[in-house]
């Protein structure tokens, strides 16, 4: 199945891509409260990561726009997931997002027919799909 208008379900792609990674940035703020209540504490090396973490899942939804922008979001998949090293209930919570960001992928895959390829716009000649 494809979209009748490719050139827009990417657009609401993106969108959609964009908000998931402004969550995942605001979840990762949320971190350093529970790292805090910890044995060891929050250290300045734990904070200067997550709030750099933070920051550039923010960055990543506004690139969104870009060919790349679909990439840039998976690969930072990784290191969210990863804050579970540092606070146990990251393994949930960035598991949540992984699968809804998989999820968003599947759903590229079925619109466009490739989940990080942009759709060539229509020329007016084309029937619509």
Known sequence: MTAADPVRAARALRGAAAGVLVLEGIAVLFVPRGIAQTEGGLGGVRLTLLLVLAVVLVLAGGVQRRPWGVVVGTALQVPLLLTGLLNAA????????????????????????????????????????
């Open 90 to 129: 990251m393994w949930f919570v960035g598991g949540v997002f992984v699968l809804i960001w998989l999820y968003l992928l599947q759903v590229r895959k079925e619109l466009l027919g490739h989940p990080f390829r942009e759709p060539a716009p229509r020329r007016d000649g084309d029937p619509a799909a």
